[in-house]
């Protein structure tokens, strides 16, 4: 269970530090939130490093035992360099069953995106296959990403429900 716990969680984690690298140009989305689906922004968007343009998943919502594709695309306005860093909690209810700091680089390097990030625009595609093992709850994820002065480059919620589904007749 704590390795599916952990995939889960990197999976939220990959999907925070995936789509947050991004230089200053016209947002074409302007005066509309971006497109997000589940996951929220919890940051400023336009006072963050990272202006997040859109975070797409596949499926939505994700299932247990398949493949979750990520595209994302956003204007970093500062490069992100080593001595940035995650914080990562995922709870289920009120249960904290992550709570974790993790290396900004050595997670953006695992999505082949490796450190430094460049200032501009940012894009990610990537895919990760959840665990069949998760359990059948709700989670949440909050996932705070800093650069390597400590100003937020973004902040991310998600939520996901794996419980089953009954049909309505």
């Known amino acids: 269970m704590r390795l599916s716990l952990a995939a889960l969680a990197l999976?939220?984690?990959?999907?925070?530090?995936?789509?947050?690298?991004?230089?200053?140009?016209?947002?074409?989305?302007?005066?509309?939130?971006?497109?997000t689906g589940p996951i929220?922004?919890?940051?400023?968007?336009?006072?963050?490093?990272?202006?997040?343009?859109?975070?797409k998943i596949s499926?939505?919502?994700?299932?247990?035992?398949?493949?979750?594709?990520?595209?994302?695309?956003?204007?970093?306005?500062?490069?992100?360099?080593?001595?940035?860093?995650?914080?990562?909690?995922?709870?289920?209810?009120?249960?904290?069953?992550?709570?974790?700091?993790?290396?900004?680089?050595?997670?953006?390097?695992?999505?082949?995106k490796p450190c430094p990030?460049?200032?501009?625009e940012q894009e990610l595609k990537h895919e990760v296959t959840l665990p069949k093992e998760i359990p059948f709850a709700v989670f949440t994820a909050h996932v705070e990403v800093f650069d390597q002065a400590n100003n937020t480059v973004t902040c991310l919620e998600a939520r996901v429900d794996f419980r089953p589904r009954i049909p309505h007749f």
């Open 11 to 35: 999976a939220f984690a990959a999907t925070a530090t995936q789509a947050f690298m991004l230089p200053e140009l016209t947002n074409p989305l302007q005066n509309d939130p971006p497109e």
């Open 40 to 55: 929220k922004i919890c940051g400023n968007n336009e006072t963050d490093t990272l202006e997040i343009l859109y975070i």
């Open 59 to 112: 499926p939505d919502p994700p299932k247990r035992g398949e493949v979750l594709s990520i595209d994302a695309k956003g204007i970093l306005k500062e490069r992100v360099d080593k001595g940035s860093y995650i914080k990562l909690i995922v709870k289920s209810g009120v249960i904290k069953i992550i709570q974790k700091t993790l290396d900004f680089c050595d997670e953006s390097a695992n999505i082949n």
């Open 117 to 120: 990030l460049e200032k501009g």
